[in-house]
């Protein structure tokens, strides 16, 4: 017992002795942590941080940081350059990296890992915007002084306008242009139906004032564009989509200047201002108007001119302009136009009507001046104006200064009438016209009235159209004045001449036949018909000409209507004793399903195989095979010769298979009765085999009661 208890002892004591040791071994290596410091590598980094050491357990992976971001760009003198992340390495100079971002680190050792970079290069995406080509792929370097030549494109029913960061843009980068970046980009392309050209249209000596940017457009990095200065800019313009006319080529310091756009290089006046669209549907060039706004104020009085506009002079190389000002001139009742002055209360012009105004540096108003008149004295002139037959009589009195009134009215003096004259005769038809005139020298008024129509007297003309045979003759007068008409002089109809009776559709047996006759008078082709009786019955013969097969029907044994025979060879697979199959025919009248009324005489050829000294087989016979696999009927058939052929002739009610069979020549002989078979007494194998059975039994018993 004490044995037994020592052993549980002991063996608890080995359990909890194994369960404490993984603790034990636990607890001593969770006090075992690494370091991982990182190392960016680069001074030149001023926009990435370094990422914070970490902390790594004994036996426990370590996932390692990440850069982000993971490029950067710097200044080396003037250029920009860029450096790509690749990984880290245990040293500084390593060129190929011994770990990714996020890759795990599993030593168990502090550890510093430096940063491994690599020149970087920019990628130019070409976006075709709908063109015709999949999107292309253009790396480039990231110095500025690199610079990469962009393709052209093509689009079904679009013209192609350069390349733009914006896919909205009208304009763009054309094939050839140059483009660097130091940054990457997608490009895309810029399609339209019409190319609107904004031409600058500088002055001489004055386009650099005008054009301030490369290509005409200033942008922001991180793109940079080159190519050489022009004075055009192309815009793309879609079809029923108006375009805002903008100023993208000209200078901030220039636009002081820029008056608007017009479609000749020397207009005069301005068709578009800033901030105007473009709706037509068309290609166009339009040129930029340099210059200064000259505007009118009529200052009190009506009638303001037009603003002009005073062009840059193109012989100058200063800002400065002339103009011709306008003729036209305001108006202000009591006060005279004296001229136009640059103030409006200046009483002294400056300027008259169509003088050149010059050196003109800024936009200008100028205000008409206006001199006051003295009251006016009326002097009126009198003019009269005498009465007629129809107006009044009156006296106009008109002053110089335009003032004017009437008075002193005299009554109308009324018409001298003429007297009536006849100016249009009337007729039976239309009415007749009567004209007066005014005898009043001057007057040549006149009047009309209506005179009656004449009476109308008939003029009939007979027309006679001649009796036929079914209708009455008669004659028509008309009225050759106004058709009026009558009719007269009635005729009897001549009744039908009728020939003589003509078979147009002969009888048979089946149909009845026609008889016509037609009246012979001229014109008419009238006809008549009448039945004639079927023809008397007679007997029918057909044969078929494929089998040979041919039908007698006496008169009265077959329907109306039939029209032949028709018999098709068929095999035959009735078994019937001591009889085989020479020939079967399916045989059927036309059309098919009909059946005789009453017997027929049928008459099928023998074949050659079964005539033997020109004589049938005599064993011959013909049997009926009825449908559904009933059992075949002997019909009495005999041999007849026809025309040296020989047929089995026999007569039948209705039509179906009939087979032709002759005797089995290779039946087998009967055989003979049965004979008795001799007895023969023998035992049976069954008590054969008992009486040995019984004779190896006692044998065993015997030997076994020995044995015992």
Known sequence: MKSKRFLAILLSAMLLLGALAPLGAMTASAADTYTVTYDLNDVTITTITTPSAQTKIYDVDLTLARVSPDSYSYLDGFYPKAKVFLGWATTQTATVPQYKSGDIYSDNADITLYAVWRMGTYRITLDFNDGENEPKVIDTSPFMTDVVGLPSATRDGY??????????????????????????????AIWGNYIVTLD????????????????????????????????????????????????DKISVEAIRWFLGWADSPTATEVQYRLGDVYSDNADITLYALWGYNVTYDANGGAGTPAAQIALLDASAITNVASLTLTTQQPTWEGYTFKGWADSSASSVPQYQPGATLSNISTDITLYAVWEELPPHVHSHTAVTTPPTCAAQGFTTYTCACEDSYVDDYVNALGHDWGAWVVTAPATEDAEGVETRVCGRNGCGASETRPVGKLDHAHNFVGVTTPPTCTAQGFTTYTCAKDGDSYVGDYVNALGHDWGAWVVTTPATEDEEGVETHVCGRNGCNASETRPVGKLPQQPKTFTDSATGVSLYAPVGTLPQGVTGLSVTATAINVQIRNFVPVQGWNITLLPAGTQPTGYVTVYVPIPSSQIANGVPNPGLAVYYCPPNSATPEQLSATPVQINGAWYMQFQTDHFSVYALMAPDTSAPTPPSPPQPTPKKYIFSTKYEATFVNWILFFLCFGFIWMWF
């Open 159 to 188: 013209i192609f306008n350069g390349w733009f960061p914006d896919p909205t843009s009208t304009w763009g980068l054309m094939p050839g242009s140059k483009f660097g970046v130091h940054d990457d980009v997608t490009l895309y």
């Open 200 to 247: 600058v249209n500088p002055p001489n000596g004055f386009f650099s004032l005008l054009v301030g940017y490369p290509d005409g457009l200033s942008i922001t990095p991180p793109y940079a564009y080159y190519g050489n200065t022009a004075t055009q800019s192309k815009h793309a313009k879609t079809r029923d989509v108006d375009l805002p006319l903008g100023i």
